[in-house]
């Protein structure tokens, strides 16, 4: 069963950057892609992208200028980094695995992190 | 970009009874890529339903997925005091992968 637990800053001044890492235990890291979602407080949900363990990415166009999203497989672990911040990028930021299930021929996110509140005031 | 629309907003029901959470996305979603998310407060997001209508481990069998095309239905049978929370459908057919707005379903 994997299991994902993801750390970083949670306070940020704007301007700054963002940078969370997750790290993946007890599985596989290089079978499947690995996303970071993020959700405003009292809001929903919005996937910031992806990376394989190849380093491929795919970025959601919305938060592209802004995100690098990169990987070492050394240590099973995936991070973000978001720039110039600003108190709109305030949210609950979740690390998650996106697996194809063979079966029912589905991607999903079916492990997720436990979440970082990243706050961003001056 | 693919846009998922749930209704309704918020869903008030008791326990025992039928809820039905709808999703409806802009264009055909390719396969069988949507999936369902319960999110109770101060949790991570739990799948629930893959591949539309197939239950994720560990799910009871109160909770069924259905639909095709830009039309999908959850449905749990019957409301457990823990089913109380927030259900987010979502979508893996086109990037960037997108998620509905969500439905909260509180007791009433």
């Known amino acids: 069963q994997v299991q994902l637990q993801q750390w970083g800053a949670g306070l940020l001044k704007p301007s700054e950057t963002l940078s969370l890492t997750c790290g993946v235990f007890g599985g596989s890291f290089g079978g499947d892609d690995w996303s970071w979602i993020r959700q405003p407080p009292g809001k929903g949900l919005e996937w910031i992208g992806e990376i394989n363990h190849s380093g491929n990415t795919n970025y959601n166009p919305s938060l592209k200028s802004r995100v690098t999203i990169s990987v070492d497989t050394s240590k099973n672990q995936f991070s973000l980094k978001l720039t110039s911040v600003t108190a709109a990028d305030t949210a609950v930021y979740y690390c998650?695995?996106?697996?194809?299930?063979?079966?029912?021929?589905?991607?999903?996110?079916?492990?997720w992190g436990q979440g970082t509140l990243v706050t961003v005031s001056s | 970009e693919l846009v998922l629309t749930q209704s309704p907003g918020t869903l008030s029901l008791s326990p025992g009874e039928r809820a039905t959470l709808s999703c409806r996305a802009s264009?055909?979603?390719?396969?069988?890529?949507l999936a369902w998310y319960q999110q109770r407060p101060g949790q991570a997001p739990r799948l629930l339903i893959h591949g539309v209508s197939s239950r994720a481990s560990g799910i009871p069998a109160r909770f069924s997925g259905s639909g095709s095309g830009t039309d999908f239905t959850l449905t749990i049978s019957r409301l457990e005091p823990e089913d109380f929370a927030i259900y987010y459908c979502?979508?893996?057919?086109?990037?960037?992968?997108?998620f509905g707005q969500g439905t909260k379903l509180e007791i009433k």
């Open positions: 264009q055909r979603i390719t396969s069988s890529y």
């Open positions: 998650a695995r996106d697996s194809y299930y063979s079966a029912s021929g589905s991607y999903q996110f079916d492990s």
């Open positions: 979502q979508q893996f057919g086109s990037s960037p992968y997108t």
